[in-house]
Nanobody, 120 residues
């Protein structure tokens, strides 16, 4: 099992910045991918960014060049630096990890989410 705890959400004005943190605990040895998803009211949960073991990243087109995902494996932490925030970035942001044991199947873990609200 992997437990995830997000922090760093809040209310900011358009154009501002926030830095989200995700702390992983439990069975962190088998974590392969870490990332962030978000969900706005009435919309589906969508991928924001992913980062793999080797540091390769993948971003949603809507956040590219504004958001930066990073990870610290020694601390079992993932981060999302969000700059030039827009009202459409508002929503609940969820930390995500994909884990895989050798000779086992991959499995996903989710945090409970942190609210990000961007005002005009």
């Amino acid at each position: 099992q992997v437990q995830l705890m997000e922090s760093g959400g809040g209310l900011v004005q358009a154009g501002g910045s926030l830095r989200l943190s995700c702390a992983a605990s439990g069975n962190t040895f088998n974590i392969r991918i870490m990332g962030w998803y978000r969900q706005a009211p009435g919309k589906q949960r969508e991928l924001v960014a992913l980062i793999g073991n080797g540091g390769n990243t993948n971003y949603a087109a809507s956040v590219k060049e504004r958001f930066t995902i990073s990870r610290d494996n020694a601390k079992n932490m993932a981060y999302l630096q969000m700059n030039s925030l827009k009202p459409e970035d508002s929503g609940v942001y969820y930390c995500y990890v994909e884990s895989q044991r050798l000779l086992g199947s991959p499995y996903d873990s989710w945090g409970q989410g942190t609210q990000v609200t961007v005002s005009d």
